[in-house]
Nanobody, 120 residues
Framework: QVQLVESGGGLVQAGGSLRLSCAAS????????MGWYRQAPGKQRELVAS???????NYADSVKGRFTISRDNGKNTVFLQMTGLKPEDTAVYYC??????????????WGKGTLVTVSS
């Protein structure tokens, strides 16, 4: 089994900062990419940022220049540093890992999500 555990969500005022963390553990052979998605009430889940094993990053246009994704490959951990938060960033943030497990099967794995609330 593979587990992804997020932490770092909470309530912050507009303009503030938060740092999310996600640690992957379990039957992992190799992590190909890790990233963050978010889902606001009544909206579809969307990609916020991703980081591939090769170091390539990708950001949603709405967060470019404000959010930074980083990884600690040795600890199978991904971070999302969020600055300049806006009320429209309010959502449940989900960690995602695209990985190969110890049975050499490739799959998408998700955390349970952490709530970020930005007050105006």
């Amino acid at each position: 089994q593979v587990q992804l555990v997020e932490s770092g969500g909470g309530l912050v005022q507009a303009g503030g900062s938060l740092r999310l963390s996600c640690a992957a553990s379990g039957s992992i052979f190799r992590i190909n990419a890790m990233g963050w998605y978010r889902q606001a009430p009544g909206k579809q889940r969307e990609l916020v940022a991703s980081d591939t094993r090769g170091g390539s990053t990708n950001y949603a246009d709405s967060v470019k220049g404000r959010f930074t994704i980083s990884r600690d490959n040795g600890k199978n951990t991904v971070f999302l540093q969020m600055t300049g938060l806006k009320p429209e960033d309010t959502a449940v943030y989900y960690c995602n890992a695209k990985l190969v497990n110890t049975n050499f099967l490739t799959g998408d794995y998700w955390g349970k999500g952490t709530l970020v609330t930005v007050s105006s």
